[in-house]
């Protein structure tokens, strides 16, 4: 066994195969995989195997691209093809128009990473499927390249590809610990021997906690049972004379694909059934747990009632065993936050339709230091100190029960809620908010108009659209406030502090004392990795502020790159400050009349910070809007949240004060042109294709990203971001959905919303440099259908920016 190689993968199924075969596809071929026992000897050998197109992003969707692709190239090799039921078919059923809707945005999205789904009527599920009755049936969702795949010959398959390029493989090969050394690198302990290497990979599947607890990281990944079964021969499959389509059916929540000349039938029953809480045993090797069919009586009903024809079937197997889930059901594949040189690919409860794609994303963030596609939707930091085992394992079983329910817009689901609060959350709560959650804190999206008040989740607009705009109109007219939980706060002191940040961001940084600037963090690619706001408290304390979802991504970056030797002291403030915004043309009075000082425009200016007192409680005041209108961010300590908010209620009873929620925020940014990080800054893109040159310095001596940046200025932009103006009033588009020209996808939706000042549906879109020009008319696909849009000026509101200035 080696003793010394760049890359050691700890997990031999398809997460740790996929990965390894990967990396030696990006040129790294020092690369070692160690397993406990045998190559997929964990959850993958007893895998129901499916392999779809399907994603619930952009992201997800070329990945499970990739992986069919590589899988149908493997099945074609003449020296070692795999069984692979390639294009067999599948749909996603259907029983409201919600769910069909949804469907079409789906379809749309594919579209436009070259992969063609197909919305049909329940007419046509059943003469694709024909076991399937049409009761209660809408329609469904074709997916025409859905197939399913021997999973050991698939990991066979990528280890042997791994070996012939020069990786290795060790079996039996239990690790016993792992140490971390002063330069960043790693030795893996096993029972023959130590390994020293670059960087280590956890790829353990279910027992992905015991390699993490080597490292003294927990991560948010839970085991769930999951039983299916295998029929005897049904004689309608045996006498088809072609391959029975996959079915999914979130009606009854089962699935089923053909197996030799029966059915493989999987159920995801409400009473289900968390596994290997209290640990689990070392000997659990290609092991199952016992059956319990009774668990799955009322999925088992509703299959029925679909497919009659299992009716009159033997069971001829039982499997039950275990999957992975993580608190929002999509895998873990990343850097592992807190750590140099530690990445996971874990939490893949759909592995091996997906694994070949996620290996192949990991592998090029590890070689490259980033991904052809953004990953957050993947990333180990979107998740930070709240995932714990007991929300973990709350939010496991809730996504096992909503396994083929996709998330509609604005749905926040119960379970372990709430997760993260303030002081003030059961005041809004008596106040009627209605919340959301960011970064798993509970954040007002607005206030119910009544107790009794319910939104229906959908993709057209909502009962809530009346209320954000009653809550915009009265903002716009006088004075509004809400709070901003979670924002993500690093104080940063020192004296080298100043010159430090001057390297990370690719534009100027705000150096006056009691100003405050905004900045963009480039990768080494030169696109966007980060957006924050810098304020200098005074000449010796710097804010640095960015995004609640960004707190564990930013930190590990900042100190990624901390020069050794300086005097630089990063201190986290999240958790101890929240934010409350007052905003619009009575702002100033209300602040005036609750803190005391000089807040004219003369003595505190647009974009200005001071210390000060709101009522009795100490605050932090920056004069920045994120809405467009006159507007002030107060930043006070969690322990004297209470006592500032109501000391600007009282202020603002004069002024006619209202509250608004986050929803209102997001319908005002829009006509600001003001962009939200990972939905329209994402790594895909430099600062120039995003429109965000004058925050570009390129005089500056030098920044993170700086040469690839001039390097790709050079080349020329791929996309432009462009806002747009749709003609629709009955639904706003959504991130994902295409933009065509001319029977052509050119270019792709990242956030949309109406825009309640200014009348009009917007939306912003990555499209074409070709079709990026002002006044050029496009296609938007909003839930299926063919909208006009027209190319218009980013800032619909106020472009002059007078209100913010007043």
Not at 228 to 257: K, N, Q, V, W
Not at 598 to 621: E, H
């Amino acid at each position: 066994m080696k003793t010394q190689t760049r890359v050691v993968v700890i997990g031999g199924g398809i997460a740790g195969c996929s990965t390894l075969y990967h990396l030696t596809q990006e040129g790294w071929t020092d690369v070692v995989l160690v397993e406990r026992n045998e190559l997929t000897s964990g959850t993958t050998w007893h895998s129901a195997a499916q392999v779809t197109n399907f994603g619930m992003n952009q992201t997800m969707v070329g990945l499970k691209s990739h992986s069919i692709r590589l899988y149908k190239e493997l099945a074609e090799d003449p020296d070692y093809p795999i069984n692979y039921h390639h294009g067999d078919g599948g749909i996603r059923l259907a029983n409201t128009e919600r769910v069909m809707e949804g469907y079409r945005h789906f379809a749309s999205m594919a579209k436009g990473m070259g992969v063609n789904f197909e919305v049909i009527d329940a007419a046509e599920c059943a003469r694709r499927h024909p076991l399937i009755s049409t009761d209660n049936l809408i329609g469904g969702l074709w997916d025409p390249l859905d197939g399913d795949i021997d999973p050991a010959q698939l990991c066979q398959a990528l280890a042997r590809r791994a070996r012939k390029a020069g990786a290795e493989v060790y079996r039996n090969t239990p690790v016993t610990g792992l140490t971390q050394h002063k330069d960043d690198s790693w030795t893996v302990h096993t029972e023959h021997g130590d390994i020293h290497c670059e960087i280590v990979v956890n790829a353990c599947g279910y027992r992905v906690n015991e390699v993490g607890a080597m490292m003294g990281v927990h991560h948010p990944v839970a085991s769930m049972e999951h039983q299916y079964f295998l029929t005897e021969e049904i004689p309608a499959i045996r006498d088809a004379g072609h391959r029975m389509p996959l079915l999914r059916c979130p009606i009854s929540d089962y699935y089923c694909r053909q197996e030799k000349m029966g059915l493989l039938v999987g159920f995801y029953e409400q009473g289900c059934k968390t596994w290997g809480m209290d640990g689990i045993d070392p000997n659990f090797v290609n092991a199952l747990c016992p059956d319990d069919l009774d668990r799955v009586t009322d999925v088992l009903e509703g299959a029925f009632a679909r497919m009659p024809a299992l009716m009159e079937v033997g069971i001829h197997t039982v499997v039950n065993g275990p999957i992975t889930y993580t608190i929002d059901g999509a895998p873990l594949v990343g850097p592992i936050p807190g750590k140099r040189n530690a990445f996971c690919i874990i939490g893949l409860r759909a592995g091996l339709g997906e694994g070949g794609g996620h290996g192949w994303l990991l592998a090029q963030h590890i070689v490259h230091d980033e991904a052809c596609y953004d990953t957050w939707c993947l990333d180990p930091r979107r998740f930070t100190g709240h995932a714990n085992v007991e929300l973990t394992a709350l939010k496991a079983v809730e996504d096992y029960q909503n396994e083929f329910r996709f998330h509609f817009p604005h749905e926040h689901r119960p379970a372990g809620r709430p997760m993260k609060t303030t002081p003030l959350t059961p005041i809004l709560a008596a106040e009627g908010a209605e919340f959301g959650t960011v970064n798993g804190w509970e954040r007002m999206a607005y206030i119910k108009p009544s107790a009794d008040f319910h939104e229906t989740h959908s993709f057209r607009f909502t009962e809530a659209f009346d209320v954000v705009a009653k809550e915009v109109k009265a903002l716009q007219s006088g004075v509004g406030l809400t709070e901003v939980s979670g924002f993500n706060r690093i104080e940063i002191t020192g004296a080298d502090a100043q010159g430090w940040l001057d390297t990370m961001f690719c534009g100027k940084v705000m150096k006056k004392p009691g100003r405050v600037g905004l900045g963009y963090l480039l990768n080494h690619h030169g696109c966007v990795k980060g957006e924050a706001t810098i304020a200098h408290l005074d000449a010796d304390t710097i804010w640095y502020g960015s995004a609640a979802a960004s707190e564990w991504h930013d930190m590990d970056w900042l100190r990624m790159h901390l020069p050794e030797g300086k005097d630089i002291r990063l201190r986290w403030l999240t958790n101890d400050y929240t934010i409350l915004i007052l905003a619009g043309p009575k702002s100033r009075d209300v602040l005036a009349a609750a803190s005391r000082g000089d807040w004219s425009a003369a003595a505190f200016p647009w974009l200005s910070v001071r210390r000060a007192f709101v009522g009795i409680a100490p605050a932090v005041v920056m004069a920045v809007s994120y809405s467009g209108e006159l507007a002030y961010e107060i930043h006070v300590p969690n322990a004297s949240l209470y006592s500032a908010w109501l000391a600007l209620r009282k202020a603002g009873e004069a002024h006619g004060l209202t509250l608004f929620g986050s929803q209102a925020v997001e319908s005002m940014r829009l006509e600001k042109g003001y962009l939200h990080w990972k939905a329209d800054l994402i790594t895909e893109f430099d600062p120039f294709e995003t429109g965000l040159h004058r925050f570009v310095d390129l005089s500056k001596p030098d920044f993170i990203g700086k040469a690839a940046l001039i390097r790709r200025k050079a080349e020329g932009p791929r996309r432009r971001l462009v806002s747009l103006v749709l003609d629709c009033t009955h639904a706003p588009a959504h991130g994902g959905d295409s933009v065509v020209a001319s029977g052509r996808v050119v270019g792709t939706v990242t956030s949309a919303g109406w825009g309640h000042r200014v009348g009009r549906n917007i939306a912003y879109a990555f499209v074409e440099p070709d079709f990026a020009a002002d006044g050029t008319v496009l296609t938007v696909e909003v839930i299926g259908d063919p909208v006009t849009a027209v190319i218009v000026d980013a800032a619909l509101y106020d472009p002059q920016n007078n209100n913010v200035r007043a």
